[in-house]
């Protein structure tokens, strides 16, 4: 059964939904989040919205108000944690393009230096007419675009990576960082109208009945202090991202590179202008996402491995690459050499040489031939023996030491060597 692009899928992330939603691998601390901010909420208007609403005509409204704020922080919190934030889909291959040779690194082939096959680890490229340099993503088998980077956590490749948020349980990048914001500037929103809502009981309820001082009217309504202390707090951080990422903004960097490249003193190719980075983060159309994750995995056609061509004066041999009728030379070499190597030693063998050249009588030369040229072969060849001369210009070869240390095996079928014919 075809399988879906999500099951298949080699980046940490988690899918729900069949892979309609996307979170990374840390989604559990989403739901933290998601507690931190209706618990509150729902503290505030049982025990503060609520009073409120019988002390001031349309006090309806501030309940009103609360809950529309909660529903529309948790939408934007969805589409930041639960889209692609711009992932990269990775290749199968590296990019063989950019293969090249590098004649200032060579190898050592066939007894010969022949370039080495290079590929290069950053490439230049063009942005706003000045050259950035990018890297290649081994993880990934690609080049990075400009201003992206390798999220460690969620192990995806990241169009204008931001950062990886653990609150949000996903990687801030350019197809949500937009949300981001908007939902950290929202939720510094919400704390700051529930301080104020939770304040203004604290004042209702010094002046009504006469309560007098504040530690009187805090001791009544302990949910509004408890409210009032967890804003101040959250605001601190909340409120502190949003003044920081306001300040992203208005500059067109990230918070990658306003850490990585701050004590460089890089100029920033990306500045636009304040007004216009506002434009182009909130006014631009969300580009559509480069993988689709419910899609079915198509088999991989398998291709030749990358051979290129070899440059001038770089032959088949000096690359590696035999030949066949090479190959079919060494394998009948092999098995002469196995049968030669059958005989007792080294003497016999010269001995038995010169008898085939001199005239000797018939059944002494059929007796020789038999070794050479009888159609009972010899026994199976050895990988060794095949291998003698491997590796070596055909008609070159020498008879390799493994050759004779395999003198000691035996054939099935004896036979009368030419000495022992004369005896």
Request: net charge positive; proline share 6%; with cysteine.
């Amino acid at each position: 059964m075809a399988k879906r692009v999500y099951e298949t899928w080699k980046g940490s992330n988690k899918f729900i939904l069949g892979g309609r939603l996307i979170f990374g691998p840390d989604a559990r601390s989403l739901l933290v989040t998601i507690l931190l901010l209706i618990v509150p909420l729902v503290i505030f208007c049982v025990f503060v919205a609520r009073k409120l609403w019988h002390v001031y005509n349309g006090g309806y409204t501030i309940l009103v108000v609360a809950v529309v704020f909660i529903i529309h922080v948790l939408v934007l919190l969805y589409l930041t944690s639960a889209r692609d934030p711009g992932i990269i889909p990775r290749n199968l291959h590296p990019p063989e393009e950019e293969f090249r040779y590098d004649p200032s690194v060579s190898a050592d082939v066939g007894g010969r230096q022949t370039p080495s096959l290079q590929f290069p680890r950053t490439k230049e490229v063009l942005v706003n007419g000045l050259p950035v340099r990018v890297k290649y993503c081994d993880t990934c088998m690609l080049y990075r675009p400009p201003r992206c980077s390798h999220c460690s956590i969620c192990n995806n490749c990241v169009e204008r990576f931001d950062h990886h948020c653990p609150w949000v349980g996903q990687c801030i990048g350019l197809r949500n960082y937009r949300y981001f914001f908007m939902f950290v500037s929202s939720a510094t929103l919400l704390c700051i109208y529930v301080f104020a809502m939770s304040a203004l009981y604290i004042k209702v309820l010094m002046d009504r009945d006469n309560v007098g001082t504040v530690w009187k009217a805090m001791k009544e309504s302990p949910a509004s202090v408890i409210l009032m202390a967890y804003c101040f707090i959250c605001l601190w951080f909340v409120g502190g991202l949003t003044g920081f990422h306001s300040y992203l903004i208005g500059t067109n960097q990230t918070t990658y590179e306003n850490f990585r490249y701050r004590a460089d003193n890089r100029i920033n190719i990306y500045d636009r202008g304040c007004l216009n980075n506002f434009l182009e983060v909130f006014c631009t159309a969300v580009k559509p996402s480069k993988n689709n994750f419910r899609a079915f995995v198509q088999e991989e056609v398998q291709r030749p491995p990358h051979s290129p061509a070899p440059r001038e004066g770089v032959t088949a041999d000096d690359l590696g690459v035999d030949p066949r009728t090479k190959v079919e030379d060494d394998l009948e070499i092999g098995e002469d050499l196995l049968k030669i190597s059958q005989r007792r030693n080294i003497d016999e063998l010269d001995e038995d040489i010169r008898s085939r050249g001199s005239s000797i009588p018939p059944h002494n030369t059929s007796d020789a031939d038999s070794v050479f040229g009888s159609d009972h072969r010899a026994p199976t060849i050895r990988s060794d023996a095949r291998h003698s001369s491997w590796g070596r210009r055909s008609g070159s070869w020498e008879i390799g030491q493994e050759v004779f240390t395999n003198s000691n095996v035996t054939e099935s079928r004896s036979h009368v060597t030419p000495k022992e014919a004369r005896q």
